[in-house]
């Protein structure tokens, strides 16, 4: 089984702080992304990346950066979070051949 | 005119009950249709994948592509509580560099 491993569920963060999110895969899949999902937006997509050290913005990367040095792992990086940052967070990486998106369990930010 | 349009619900039905769930696009190129399922404050999870068209069969689900009329439909036989979530349709051509359009979802909520 595939497996996406985001490194915490839940944070709270203060305004203006540096807030960095960690996504690990298990599956030596090429591409990973990045969404928000908020209450009647559905799921936006912020970045995304086709191979190591390559990336490219979604349809929402204002105020949000990333980071991958290595194969397995996507890093999301808030650069001085926002209230309007407070959000759910999805990691997935995705099965090329079949195009399936694969999920991990979400990190719940709360910018305070 | 989004690309894919899902209705948001919430739906409701008692326990039992057989389920549609349904999506419409307006690409006509798109050849991969998949099926999420999300529990509150997770991540989703595949659920159905079809190539193409026709019908998929897995126990009491059951994925439809009408590409002829650009829709598909999740059905859910014998509906149970456990099946109260969030559902997710999710598409694409194969050839936007691994994006998928998504629905915005649908939450339904099995009654016992």
């Known amino acids: 089984d595939v497996k996406v491993t985001q490194s915490s569920r839940y944070l709270v963060k203060r305004t203006g702080e540096k807030v960095f999110l960690e996504c690990v895969q298990d599956?030596?899949?090429?591409?990973m992304f990045w969404y928000r999902q908020d209450p009647g937006l559905g799921l936006r997509l912020i970045y995304f990346s086709y191979d190591v050290k390559m990336k490219e913005k979604g349809d929402i990367p204002e105020g949000y950066s990333v980071s991958r040095e290595k194969k397995e792992r996507f890093s999301l990086i808030l650069e001085s979070a926002s209230t309007n940052q407070t959000s759910m967070y999805l990691c997935a990486s995705q099965d090329l051949a079949k195009n399936i998106q694969y999920f991990g369990a979400g990190t719940r930010l709360s910018v305070l | 005119q989004k690309e894919v349009e899902q209705d948001p619900g919430p739906l409701s039905v008692p326990e039992g009950a057989i389920v549609s769930l349904n999506c419409t696009y307006s690409n006509s190129a798109f050849q991969y249709f998949m099926w999420y399922r999300q529990y509150s404050r997770k991540g989703p999870e595949l659920l159905m994948y079809t190539y193409s068209s026709g019908n998929k069969e897995d126990g009491r689900f059951t994925a439809q592509v009408d590409k002829s009329s650009k829709y598909i439909s999740l059905f859910i036989r014998d509906s149970q509580p456990s099946d109260s979530a969030t559902y997710l349709c999710a598409i694409t051509t194969g050839n936007q560099g691994g994006k998928l359009i998504f629905g915005q979802g649908t939450e339904l909520s099995v009654k016992p």
């Open positions: 599956m030596d899949h090429e591409n």
